[in-house]
């Protein structure tokens, strides 16, 4: 996802040190962001049976990846990785605040009401749209030491967590925009187009 934002809780200390890297762009990234039109952005992410350290390495490379994109998250699929994993940081400018890595993560709940966002993507650079999504959601996942967790997210923090799970299901957010005479002109000029999208109800 697209936007920066500052507020996101800091884990433990034990925690930061296990997956945190530098915050800062590199010349040549690990791993490359598939864009839109690109088969694997529709491709159902599978389970994670077990959290190791070749999951943890990968979180690492998707977080250097969407550092150097400046995006504040990352799921598998828009590197081409079939695996249940994303990553999110809000808080960019802030090299003590650790990044959240979410396994296997599901949405256990979601507020009845919802709130209307304008949202951007990396696999999709430079078209922003406005979308509705649910205000709150509750989330259950396994950490990147493989522990399972449950977290409530509102505001960003739960918009961002929602457009990433929607990548592991092959569903991106310009699916969920209904003004498609405004997407269409959005994404022509940056030369993709409307073919690619699959509609979804919001």
Do not use: W
């Amino acid at each position: 996802m697209a936007r920066s934002f500052a507020g996101l809780a800091r884990n433990a200390e034990k925690n930061k040190a296990s997956i945190a890297v530098a915050k800062e762009p590199l010349e040549k990234p690990p791993l490359a962001i598939h864009t839109l039109g690109n088969r694997a952005l529709r491709q159902p992410a599978k389970r994670i049976s077990k959290v190791d350290e070749s999951i943890r390495e990968l979180a690492r490379d998707m977080l250097r990846s969407m550092y150097s994109a400046k995006g504040i998250g990352l799921a598998a699929p828009q590197v081409g990785v079939e695996k249940q994993i994303l990553v999110i940081d809000l808080d960019l400018e802030n090299s003590t605040t650790p990044p959240l890595v979410l396994i296997n993560p599901e949405i256990i709940t979601s507020s009845a009401s919802v709130e209307t966002y304008e949202e951007g993507c990396l696999s999709i650079p430079e078209v922003y749209m406005d979308v509705i999504r649910p205000s709150s959601i509750k989330v259950s996942f396994r950490d990147e030491m493989g522990r399972p967790k449950k977290m409530n997210a509102d505001g960003l923090l739960g918009r961002c967590i929602q457009h990433e799970i929607d990548h592991l299901n092959g569903v991106l957010f310009v699916d969920r925009v209904s003004g498609h005479e405004e997407l269409d002109t959005a994404l022509k000029e940056q030369g993709f187009s409307i073919k690619d999208i699959r509609s979804v109800q919001s």
